[in-house]
């Protein structure tokens, strides 16, 4: 497969259309570039990573590691790295931005907040709660526009972060606040909205309110089928949905659902987090249909 970069051989597809050399593909990001602009599709977790490994390791021995643009390389790093599983050494990376003192007042912000996701995720929500109880009360000081946006994704992890802990009271307040202070932000980036809103549709299925969730679950549906170019995303959303409706009930539509956000994330061949989801569905999907032994073995059970 040839680059897009430079043309030769013996590049790899990091999306549905296009096809680097890691050290090109290092290069292309550098620019800015956080998905394709042809396809839309989000770019390989692996490739990302190790592309954006290459670029911080280049910045650093160009600029030196105090250098704010090498700083922002490395927090792309360590966002990249915990999303392909490198937990350890993705906190490492976290740690020496959040105890710096050089660079942009944001950088350790950005970093604590990235740093309680990660703990979030791997269900260590009570030292998470902590990075982000600390963090709030000096975002709330700051006046820069940069603050409130990561306060308001500090309130949505931390208020997942309570919900989790059955703390459903404070976890309500957080979410629904996050989700005001996105919706009464004319810029807002509607993926975060919808972020925030499957959030809190996640607090709701935690507090047993299934019809709420789903709910919540559609409007988030809805708001990313008319602003979305990325399918992947919105089936993916899709399948969430279809969840929420088999839990509140729903399923026949919840089926039906399942079969055809599956059928578009299998277009999907060089897109991870479609591969990911088809999986995941897939399984959901066989437990509600039941296929027969024969139809297992030769039918996936969106074809069925």
Known sequence: MACVVCLE?????????????????ASFLGRGHEECTICYG???????????????????????????????RKLEMA???????????????????????EGPDW????????????????DECLASCCILEDLLQKLVRMKARWAWLEHLEACTVLGSCYANMGRFVDAERLLLFAMDGHLKDKHACLRKVVKCMQSIAKFY???SDFALACETHRVACGILEVNESDPSRVALAAIELAKSEVRAGDVLTGVVRFRTSVRTLRKRKHDE???DGILDARRELAKLIRPSKRLR?????EDC
């Open 205 to 207: 299925h935690l507090r």
């Open 107 to 122: 950088i350790p912000c950005v970093s604590q907040v990235e740093l309680a996701r990660i703990l979030y995720h791997a």
């Open 297 to 301: 073995g030769k039918t996936a059970p």
């Open 273 to 275: 987090y479609a591969s």
């Open 42 to 72: 989000r770019f390989d977790r692996k490739l990302k990573a190790e592309a954006l490994e290459l670029l911080c390791s280049r910045t650093s021995g160009v600029l030196g590691t105090d250098h704010h643009t090498a700083m922002v």
């Open 79 to 101: 966002v990249a790295l915990a999303d392909v599983g490198r937990l350890e050494k993705a906190k490492r990376f976290l740690d020496e931005l959040i105890s710096t003192s």
């Open 9 to 25: 051989d013996g590049a790899a597809f990091v999306c549905e259309c296009s096809a680097f050399h890691l050290h090109c593909f």
